[in-house]
């Protein structure tokens, strides 16, 4: 399915969230603790916009399933260390990066608490971990005029480029990712610390940080 909307992803990401999706993705890149020389990976990287970010300090691995995601990606700079591969099985050894970011990554994890232990694995001790996704704003006013927008907007915007059905999952996909604090309690679970869910645009979008113990 991302094979087929690689090339208009990002566009179609902008128009969705008015360009929000741009600040979310600076607040992930701000919010992890990585330095010259630190590794980082930017796991479900997709055209690598996160992982982009941080290259001006630290070498950035990306890692996606989707090669079409990958192909797009390789023609952006500044270039990245791009890798296909399955956020279930990383291909790296133990305790390998000093640092790990995702955007938009968790509500498409079917198994959370093993993609967050495998994330556990490849992050070495003290290492940060910075992971963005969209979330339903707690509020109910919000949250209703959230879900009746997405539910519209985006199967229209992915009809508009012969994409509607990868687009309707891309809103039923809301509804697999647990409240942010169970999703801190699962990054607990798998061995970070100080685990935190802080709310971006009134919780339209949450950003879950912690450190590796």
Not at 73 to 98: E, K, T, W, Y
């Amino acid at each position: 399915m991302f094979d087929g909307i690689a090339r208009r992803y990002d566009l179609l990401n902008d128009l969705l969230s008015f360009g929000l999706d741009r600040w979310w993705r600076r607040a992930a890149a701000k919010a992890v603790l990585a330095g010259p020389g630190d590794l980082v990976l930017d796991l479900g990287c997709g055209t690598g916009k996160l992982g982009a970010l941080l290259t001006r300090g630290a070498t950035v691995v990306g890692v996606d399933l989707s090669h079409a995601m990958l192909r797009v990606g390789r023609a952006l700079p500044p270039p990245l260390l791009l890798v296909q591969g399955s956020a279930f099985r990383l291909p790296f050894a133990d305790a390998r990066f000093d640092a790990a970011v995702s955007g938009f990554l968790l509500r498409n994890l079917n198994d959370l608490g093993a993609g967050f232990a495998e994330l556990a694995r490849a992050v070495r001790a003290g290492g940060t971990v910075a992971l963005v996704d969209i979330t339903e704003p707690p509020g109910p006013l919000l949250h209703r005029l959230f879900d009746v927008y997405f539910r519209i907007a985006a199967p229209a915007l992915g009809g508009a480029v012969g994409r509607r059905d990868a687009y309707s999952y891309l809103v039923r996909s809301l509804a697999h990712l647990p409240p942010p604090r169970e999703v801190s309690a699962m990054l607990a679970g798998a061995g970070f610390g100080g685990c935190q869910a802080r709310p971006l645009s009134g919780g339209i979008a949450t950003l879950f940080t912690g450190t590796r113990q």
